[in-house]
C-alpha cells in the first residue's frame, strides 16, 4: 500500500499542468464572490473610524452589525471564515450532519457540478501516467460527465441514508435513549466518540465504493453506472483489507495537511505584510489540499491498475483534434 501512495504521489506531481489547471479554475471561480462581498464590506464600512479599527485586527461591534444587516454571500462573512476556524467549522458540520444553508448551499450545489465534469479527465490523465492533449482532457470529461452525472444520482441516494436516516437515528434517537442512563459526561463523550467512529466507518464504505466505481468506469471504458458500482463492490470484497488501508493512509495524509496548516493558518492582524502572509499561508493549503484530493484518486487508480494488470492501459481511446493517429505526434502534446 506504501508502493500504491508513491506511486499515486508520482503521478500527481509529474502532472503539473492538470494541477495548475483545477487551481486556477478555482480561483477563478472564487473571484466573483471576493468581488462581491469585498463591495459590500466596503460600501457598509464607508471611511470610518471602525474601518481602521478592523485594518488593526477585529471590531466585534461592527461584525454583528454587518452580519445583522446581510443576506445572501455577505452572511457567510463570519468569525469562523479565518484561518483554522474554518476548516473546524467544515469538520464540524460534516461530522453532525448539517447541510449547507443559503448561498453555500448553491455554492456546493455548483461546486458538485463543476467537479463531476472534471473528474472524468482526471481519472483518464492520472491513469495514463503522460501528458495528454488539452482537447483529449476536456473530451474526457465531457464524455464522462453525463455517466458521471447517473453515478452521482446513486451516490446521492447512499449519503442521503447515511446522513438523513442513519446519522438521525445514530445520534439522535439512539444516543438520546442510552445516555439516560449515564451519570458522567466522560462516558457520554465516549459513547458519542464510538458513534461517530461508527458512522465513519460506514461513510469510508461508500466512499470507497464510488472511488472505485468512478475508477473502474474510466480505466474499462464502463457505461453502465450501476455496472461499475458493482463491479466496485467486487473489487473491495476481494481486497477488503488492502483497499481499506490505503484509504486510510490517504486519510493519514490528509490529516497530516490539516495539522500543518493549523501551524501555519493565519489569525487576526493587521493589513500589510501580515495580511499578505496569510493569504500565501491559505493558498499554500489550497494546493496542498487538491494534492491530496488527487493523491486518493491517484493511489486508489495505481493499485487497481496493478491488480489486474492494467498497469499501462485505458480502455477509451484518447479523443483526437483532428481525428488521425499521428494528429498527437504531428502537434505535439500539452500537459
Known sequence: MIRALLDGLRRVLTAPALLAGIYFIILLATIPMGFVLHESIASHLGASVVGDA???????????????????????????????????????????????????????????????????????????????????????????????????????????????????????????????????????????????????????????????????????????MIGALLASVRFIRRRPVATVSLYLLNGTVFVLVLAGYALLAPGVGTAGPEMWAGFVAGQVYVIARLVTKLLFYASQISYFQSELAHANYVAAPQPRWPESPAAETIGGVTS
Open 54 to 224: 478592523l485594518a488593526d485586527g477585529v471590531a466585534d461591534g461592527w461584525w454583528d452589525e454587518f452580519a445583522a444587516q446581510s443576506s445572501g454571500l455577505e452572511r457567510t462573512f463570519v468569525p469562523s471564515v479565518i484561518g483554522f476556524a474554518a476548516v473546524l467549522s467544515n469538520l464540524s458540520a460534516i461530522a453532525d450532519g448539517t447541510p449547507p444553508q443559503g448561498a453555500i448551499a448553491a455554492l456546493v450545489v455548483v461546486y458538485m457540478l463543476a467537479w463531476v465534469f472534471l473528474v472524468g479527465g482526471v481519472i483518464d490523465r492520472l491513469a495514463r501516467q503522460r501528458r495528454v492533449t488539452s482537447a483529449g482532457f476536456f473530451s474526457a470529461c465531457g464524455i464522462y460527465f453525463f455517466r458521471f452525472s447517473r453515478l452521482a444520482v446513486l451516490a446521492g441516494l447512499a449519503y442521503w441514508a447515511l446522513f438523513g436516516v442513519v446519522h438521525g437515528w445514530l445520534f439522535t434517537d439512539f444516543y438520546s435513549t442510552v445516555i439516560r442512563d449515564i451519570t458522567t459526561e466522560r462516558d457520554a463523550f465516549l459513547l458519542r466518540a464510538v458513534f461517530y467512529a461508527i458512522f465513519g466507518s460506514l461513510l469510508l464504505i461508500v466512499n470507497l465504493i464510488v472511488d472505485y466505481a468512478k475508477i473502474r468506469a474510466v480505466v474499462e471504458d464502463r457505461r453502465s
